[in-house]
């Protein structure tokens, strides 16, 4: 397995006053970084990625649908357009990049409730979205990982179950479920049993820890989590994931009231030796 990880600690958008960062995080051990792809151009994304390149790592990326103006599910058949030209710029954006996965909560708007469970149209829709969606991936040599999330931030995907029951009706090969310990966690009885399960629909994991703080210090099984994916046969990337307050934008999106850790640069250090212990044992 590959480690990554996520840039989302410090940025939203990735500029040149980070690619610092690519070095450090190399010589911490990670195989890669996961750029955050929410707004740009193309040509910068190409950039980056080139940056990331002569650092020494490979690279994946990360992305959300940009609000109630662009949602794959909604009513409006216009939003659901725009929904789609989305995914298919954040692909575009992927392949610039050299990031050979994009993952994400990819069929809604975040935060955006309807009362209910997803219905049998909304299901039909986020196929159609994503049947487009992965033809257009496959092109670009890139795989589109969608993240099931809790019940609090979503209503289409909450668990893995029902994540691997949607990429089944996809049914493409540039597409499958991308697996988060996070919102496992809230969702799953037995989040390693349900991975062990469904393994086989998994193409991308985030290792985040309970409370979204550093990896070890809550009380989710990473251990547990990392060996089930080696007995499946998976061999993809894992992420680490973690959140701070220091962009108030994302810490009120993923709702981060209280310092998670004591030194934001010490996170990378700690997850990595953690990870690497568990992998080689």
């Known amino acids: 397995m ?25 010589e911490l051990g990670y195989d890669g970084v996961e750029v955050p792809v929410m707004r740009g151009d193309v040509a910068r994304y190409a950039a ?4 990331i390149r002569d650092a020494g790592l490979a690279c994946t990326c ?7 103006h662009a949602d794959p599910i909604a009513a ?19 392949a610039a990049l050299g990031a050979g996965v994009l993952c994400g909560p990819t069929y809604q708007a975040l935060g955006r409730f309807t009362g209910t469970g997803p219905t049998e149209r909304e299901q039909a829709w986020a196929i159609e979205a994503h049947r487009a969606a992965a033809d257009h991936a496959a092109a670009a040599g890139v795989v589109v990982a969608t993240e099931f999330l809790n019940r609090f931030e979503c209503y289409f995907l909450n668990t893995l179950e029902a994540a691997a029951a949607h990429a089944r009706a996809v049914d493409r090969p540039a597409f499958g479920v991308h697996y988060d310990t996070f919102h496992a966690n809230i969702e799953e009885s037995d989040p390693v049993g349900a991975l062990a399960r469904h393994v086989d629909a998994v193409r991308h994991v985030h290792l985040a820890e309970n409370h979204r703080g550093t990896p070890g210090t809550g009380h989710v099984d990473f251990a547990g989590t990392l060996a089930a994916l080696r007995a499946g046969g998976y061999d993809g990337w894992v992420v680490v994931e973690a959140f701070g307050r220091a962009l108030p934008e994302l810490a009120a999106a993923t709702c981060i009231w209280r310092d998670l850790f004591p030194d934001r640069d010490a996170v990378p250090a700690d997850a990595i030796r953690l990870i690497r212990r568990l992998l080689a044992g």
């Open 76 to 94: 409006d058949a216009t939003v659901r357009r725009a929904g789609r030209d989305h995914l298919r710029w954040c692909i575009d954006s992927a």
């Open 2 to 26: 590959k480690v990554g990880f996520n840039l989302l600690l410090w940025t939203a958008h990735v500029e040149r006053e980070h690619e610092p960062l690519f070095g450090r995080l190399r």
């Open 62 to 68: 990360s992305t959300a649908m940009p609000g109630p």
């Open 48 to 51: 980056l990625g080139r940056a």
